[in-house]
């Protein structure tokens, strides 16, 4: 029974569906199609992806190493520099300094000036000198006299005591007034030199060739001269050549002089070993000297030697007190490897460079620097004349990595 009524609606549902109206039909139609639209996207973004699934993306192309600027080590004669501050001062130095008492009358130089030896400076009022000059002068005069009065004397005297009519006493009295004449004619002798010496005392002169400084005393003022403090008038200093003092530390010094026991560096005491110096503002030595002195031990209190070269100075344009740098040569000539500081890496407490191996890998090798000559650093240890370093680029390079290394221009950073 059950089963009937199945089978009946399931054919009154078919009959139906054949005796539905064509609006409805139309509208079924519709509602399919819509539907068809919505999943359609979906359909295609599955079909894209089904499709790649069983394909690899492309690999990409492997970097290519960096590029880097290698070139080999100078080779050259070199030799080494120790370097110390100095200051100038003149190889001789006067003050001048009045040697009579005096007004004085007139000032002959100009400040500042370049004067000869023998150049008129100051003139002190004479006139005082001039009188006692005169004076002694006229002492010496009279001395003459009395001595020439008492040879007379005297000769007569030995003339007479032949035939016994003076005593030998009188000729002994006579022989005696005659040396004391001939004293005091020496004192009035010694007193008109010295009144002329003071007269031409008066006249300051240069006692040597060199630049003046200013005048000290002007025209009208009185001057102690040397019998009690002698009066200051003015200083002279020599120009050319010049000194430079400076202080070479004890360490330099033992350096040194191992050098010197090893044979490989003269001494400076023996030897006028070469400087160079440099003055403030200038990048590079401008005038060459020689050493001159070493004193006999170092300071307690610096742990110093004092040195001393000379240095010419045609134009005199080096004045005393101006510093300077000094260098000193530190060894003999030697064979050394050198290479622009900016190769040079550090890494913690040394210093190293990057070399390109046979293989375009970089190695770091650990090397001892030495000083600057000519720009260029020393190299002492560490380091084959034909090894290939990278002089630009470093920071690109990475130690056991690849580069293309590129030879630096001639010229250029090696």
Known sequence: MAGSIDRRNCAGDMQLSATENPERLAQIQNFNLYSLRALAPLMVLLAVALSGCGDKPPAQAAAAPPPVTVAQPTKRTVTDWDEFTGRFEAVEEVQVRARVGGFVTSVEFRDGAIVRAGDLLYVIDSRPFEAVALQADGQLSDARAKAELAKRELDRALTLVQTSAVSESIVDQRRQTLQAAHAAETQAEGALKAAKLNIEFTHVLAPMAGRVSRHLVSVGNLVQGSEGNATLLTSIVTLDPIYIYFDVDEATYLKNNKLWFEGRRPSS???PNPVQVTLTGETKPSHDGKMDFLDNRLDV??????????????????????????????SSPYEALLLPDTAIATDQSRKIVFVVKDDNTVEAKPVTLGPLDEGLRVIREGLKAEDRVIVDGIQR??????????AAPAGGKS
């Open 269 to 271: 005491r023996d030897t």
């Open 301 to 330: 209190s610096t742990g110093t030697l004092r040195s001393r070269a000379v240095i010419p100075n045609k134009d005199l344009s080096i004045l005393p007190g101006q510093f300077g740098r000094v260098r000193l040569i530190g």
């Open 397 to 406: 390079a990475r130690v056991g990595a690849k580069v293309t290394p590129q």
